[in-house]
């Protein structure tokens, strides 16, 4: 007789991840239950951690006009701190979660519910993860070395957040925006109020793609008692998103103009600073335009959308540079 097809939880894959990845496919067998702690069969967070810090530097460029060497490697070292500190973070998400993940349909194939990994493994594997990016960020200057080291409170803190109150995605916010101050600081020496917006902006945005996605387990949220915006705001949802929208693009808009305030260049520059917020507004309308948060796969498919969102505003400051 046949034997039935495995399963993704029968496979020690992770429900939500995305198929076809390299971490259930190609990655060696023992590395499997540490990578998807990590969430490296579900790149989109990486990205969301990533593109504030590249907001951040490319703000910070347009603000002095004085692109360095050094520049690159904070663009590359962005890149490896984000992947390792969002790897840190989940797995400290997943290490303070480990007994509602296992009551929640979506989270309860990850490895500590599941059984891949015990507690023990999994925070000796948070400490390696947070020692190599604290490397990095220790070849960056003073004051951004302080910055990345005050980023541990709000991830510290994130993850008890959907606990005491209906806006966890506020602390999400703090703490995965975090890098748009930081890579300001590694440029420049000092912070800016351009930054500090620039900062507020990201956290308008993971309000709005956070919610999204936090529709998929609003059910199972209920049943245990977990707050989140999405159940907040339930059928007000696209009227609030519409306001994180607007906040989102309109602080965006005045982080430019502070940025490039005073700034002797092309006007032109800065119009074409200007037009990254507009198409990255453009890009979260059209999302609200497929929104439907009753149906998880298009939530999951919205979110992952984020992606492309961040990356709109970024190429246009990268435009205005060369400009």
Same mark, same amino acid.
């Given at each position: 007789?046949?034997?039935?097809?495995?399963?993704?939880?029968?496979?020690?894959?992770?429900?939500?991840?995305?198929?076809?990845?390299?971490?259930?496919?190609?990655?060696?067998?023992?590395?499997?239950?540490?990578?998807?702690?990590?969430?490296?069969?579900?790149?989109?967070?990486?990205?969301?951690?990533?593109?504030?810090?590249?907001?951040?530097?490319?703000?910070?460029?347009?603000?002095?006009?004085?692109?360095?060497?050094?520049?690159?490697?904070?663009?590359?070292?962005?890149?490896?701190?984000?992947?390792?500190?969002?790897?840190?973070?989940?797995?400290?998400?997943?290490?303070?979660?480990?007994?509602?993940?296992?009551?929640?349909?979506?989270?309860?194939?990850?490895?500590?519910?599941?059984?891949?990994?015990?507690?023990?493994?999994?925070?000796?594997?948070?400490?390696?993860?947070?020692?190599?990016?604290?490397?990095?960020?220790?070849?960056?200057?003073?004051?951004?070395?302080?910055?990345?080291?005050?980023?541990?409170?709000?991830?510290?803190?994130?993850?008890?957040?959907?606990?005491?109150?209906?806006?966890?995605?506020?602390?999400?916010?703090?703490?995965?925006?975090?890098?748009?101050?930081?890579?300001?600081?590694?440029?420049?020496?000092?912070?800016?109020?351009?930054?500090?917006?620039?900062?507020?902006?990201?956290?308008?945005?993971?309000?709005?793609?956070?919610?999204?996605?936090?529709?998929?387990?609003?059910?199972?949220?209920?049943?245990?008692?977990?707050?989140?915006?999405?159940?907040?705001?339930?059928?007000?949802?696209?009227?609030?998103?519409?306001?994180?929208?607007?906040?989102?693009?309109?602080?965006?808009?005045?982080?430019?103009?502070?940025?490039? #305030?005073?700034?002797?260049?092309?006007?032109? =520059?800065?119009?074409? %600073?200007? $037009?990254? *917020?507009?198409? &990255?507004? /453009?890009?979260?309308?059209?999302?609200?335009?497929?929104?439907?948060?009753?149906?998880? #796969?298009?939530?999951?498919?919205?979110?992952? =959308?984020?992606?492309? %969102?961040? $990356?709109? *505003?970024?190429? &246009?400051? /990268?435009?205005?540079?060369?400009?």
């Amino acid at each position: 007789m046949p034997q039935n097809p495995q399963t993704p939880e029968s496979a020690g894959q992770v429900s939500d991840a995305v198929r076809g990845n390299w971490v259930d496919h190609t990655a060696p067998a023992w590395s499997r239950p540490y990578l998807r702690l990590s969430r490296a069969d579900r790149p989109i967070g990486t990205w969301l951690l990533l593109l504030p810090c590249w907001w951040g530097l490319a703000l910070a460029i347009l603000h002095d006009g004085q692109p360095r060497l050094a520049d690159l490697w904070i663009f590359i070292a962005c890149g490896l701190g984000a992947w390792l500190m969002r790897g840190a973070g989940c797995t400290w998400n997943d290490i303070t979660d480990r007994g509602i993940d296992g009551s929640v349909e979506r989270t309860r194939s990850r490895p500590i519910p599941s059984g891949q990994v015990s507690v023990k493994q999994a925070a000796a594997y948070m400490a390696l993860q947070a020692l190599i990016a604290l490397a990095i960020l220790l070849t960056f200057n003073r004051a951004a070395i302080v910055m990345g080291i005050i980023s541990l409170l709000p991830v510290a803190i994130y993850p008890f957040a959907k606990r005491f109150t209906w806006w966890p995605q506020v602390f999400l916010g703090l703490a995965f925006n975090w890098g748009a101050l930081l890579a300001w600081v590694a440029h420049s020496g000092s912070l800016h109020p351009a930054a500090v917006v620039l900062y507020l902006c990201g956290i308008a945005w993971t309000l709005f793609y956070d919610t999204i996605y936090a529709h998929q387990d609003k059910e199972d949220d209920a049943l245990i008692g977990v707050k989140s915006t999405a159940r907040l705001f339930a059928d007000h949802t696209p009227q609030w998103l519409k306001r994180f929208l607007v906040l989102g693009v309109v602080l965006m808009s005045v982080a430019v103009l502070l940025a490039m #305030a005073g700034r002797d260049g092309s006007p032109f =520059a800065v119009l074409l %600073a200007l $037009l990254g *917020p507009w198409a &990255f507004g /453009a890009h979260m309308v059209w999302q609200l335009r497929q929104l439907d948060t009753e149906d998880h #796969a298009i939530c999951l498919r919205l979110f992952r =959308a984020n992606r492309d %969102a961040g $990356l709109i *505003p970024l190429l &246009f400051f /990268a435009g205005a540079a060369f400009v």
